[in-house]
């Protein structure tokens, strides 16, 4: 069972995938994954446009690499795979889906982990500190976040991808100036697409 289970905060668990992207309908929830786009507040209207507009994209080569990897690195940050859809105490419009969670004494931690294929890493991206900053948002019990990555190259033997060294971990305290900025800047935006979302009508069936 996963930490976050015990704050009865679960909307949905991915592991049923029908009732998980019930969820996700067109102005429902905000999740991370589009939290991690709200750069600019002047554009609402776009992210608006982008959440109602039906998506085509479904996973390439680098996405199926980085799930096949991803239980690697929660394994090695000593982390635990989550599947729950868990939303903001107060808001339960507000909402992340966490790639796993550990105890670090009594304190709770959420886990992201990123496959970077022939990349060297030293940084998150802004798009993945807006992401970070919205998990930590949507469960202020966590008391922080760690980036964990591993960069993959081909093995030239093999053709295989291998990691290119051991993964690496970045610790995001809640206090960061990073993930406060971030965060201030992308939860209004939030509220503003989900307002306008509220006015707008909704396309059946279109995915979030």
């Known amino acids: 069972m996963s930490a976050l289970a015990v704050l009865d905060c679960t909307l949905a668990d991915s592991n049923d995938r029908e009732s998980w992207l019930a969820l996700h309908g ?47 690195l929660l394994a090695w940050a000593g982390a635990e795979p989550n599947s729950l859809f868990v939303h903001h105490p107060e808001n339960r419009r507000h909402a992340a889906t966490v790639d796993g969670t550990k105890r670090v004494g009594d304190e709770l931690v959420i886990v992201e982990t990123k496959a970077k294929h022939l990349k060297v890493i030293t940084y998150p991206t802004p798009y993945e500190i807006r992401q970070l900053a919205w998990q930590l948002h949507c469960i202020p019990e966590a ?9 993959l190259v081909r093995d030239p033997n093999t053709g295989e ?20 900025d971030a965060t201030q800047l992308i939860v209004p ?20």
């Open 143 to 151: 008391e922080h976040a760690e980036w964990v990555w591993g960069e």
């Open 26 to 72: 067109a102005g429902k929830v905000i999740g991370s994954s589009t939290a991690g786009k709200f750069a600019k507040p002047g554009s609402v209207e776009t992210y608006v446009r982008q959440i109602l507009e039906p998506r085509t994209f479904s996973g390439n080569a680098s996405t199926e690499s980085g799930n096949r990897w991803e239980p690697m």
């Open 189 to 208: 935006i939030a509220d503003a697409v989900l307002a306008a979302l509220d006015a707008a009508p909704v396309l059946e069936g279109a995915p979030f």
């Open 161 to 180: 991808w291998v990691l290119r060294r051991d993964p690496q971990t970045l610790v995001f305290l809640r206090h960061d100036p990073r993930i406060v």
